[in-house]
C-alpha cells in the first residue's frame, strides 16, 4: 500500500514538473497577442473574434485591409466617404461599410472604423462585421489587430467609466459632404 502511495505521489511530481517545463518553453496555452490576426469578411454577418471580454477591460483594436460594398470602389475599415448608411443598415446615417463591433450576440452597436480605444460595457464574447444590409455581393476582408487589457489588470484600477470610447466617427451629410 505504502508502495502505491509514493508511486502515485512521484507520478504527480513528474507530470507537474514536465507541465512546468512546457509551459516556461512556450509548449502549451499561448497569449493573446501571440494569436493570429482574425480576419472580418465582408460578405459575413457578425464575426465573432474569438476573445471573450469582460465588463470594464478597455479594447485597443486597429483594422486594416480592403473590401468592397459598393460596385466597384474598394475601400478600408473607415468605410466609404461617399455614400451614408442608409435607415436598412446597422447604424445609419454614418459611412456605409465602416468596420462595426459588438459584445455578445445582442449587444450595443459601435463604430470601430480604422480602430481605436474601447471599454467595454457589458461581458461576452467581441463580434465583428461590415455596416451594410446586403452582404451577400461584398467581397475582401479586413484584419484586425486586438489587445485587451483587463480591469485587474490596469494601473488605473476601478476609475475608468465602462463605456465605449472609440474614434470619433466620420458622418457624412446628405449632400455628400463630411463633417
Given at each position: 500500500m505504502k508502495r502505491a502511495g509514493i508511486m502515485v505521489l512521484l507520478t504527480v511530481l513528474v507530470l507537474g514538473s514536465a507541465g512546468v517545463w512546457l509551459i516556461r518553453r512556450g509548449v502549451g496555452p499561448i497569449g493573446q497577442n501571440a494569436l493570429s490576426q482574425p480576419r472580418i469578411y465582408?460578405?459575413?454577418d457578425w464575426q465573432s473574434v474569438g476573445v471573450y471580454v469582460n465588463q470594464g477591460d478597455l479594447m485597443r483594436m486597429r483594422a486594416q485591409g480592403t473590401w468592397l460594398y459598393?460596385?466597384?470602389?474598394?475601400?478600408?475599415?473607415e468605410g466609404h466617404h461617399k455614400y451614408r448608411a442608409p435607415d436598412t443598415y446597422p447604424i445609419n446615417g454614418i459611412?456605409?461599410?465602416?468596420?462595426?463591433g459588438r459584445i455578445g450576440?445582442?449587444?450595443p452597436i459601435f463604430i470601430v472604423g480604422r480602430g481605436g480605444?474601447?471599454?467595454?460595457?457589458?461581458?461576452?464574447?467581441?463580434?465583428?462585421?461590415?455596416?451594410?444590409?446586403?452582404?451577400?455581393?461584398?467581397?475582401g476582408y479586413v484584419t484586425v489587430e486586438l489587445e485587451v487589457t483587463s480591469k485587474a489588470d490596469s494601473?488605473?484600477?476601478d476609475t475608468r467609466s465602462p463605456v465605449y470610447r472609440p474614434v470619433e466617427p466620420e458622418v457624412i451629410s446628405s449632400a455628400g459632404d463630411r463633417r
Open positions: 465582408a460578405y459575413r459598393t460596385p466597384g470602389e474598394y475601400h478600408g475599415p459611412a456605409g461599410g465602416v468596420l462595426l450576440e445582442d449587444g480605444t474601447f471599454y467595454a460595457e457589458r461581458s461576452g464574447l467581441l463580434y465583428l462585421r461590415i455596416n451594410d444590409d446586403i452582404l451577400s455581393d461584398n467581397e494601473s488605473q484600477g
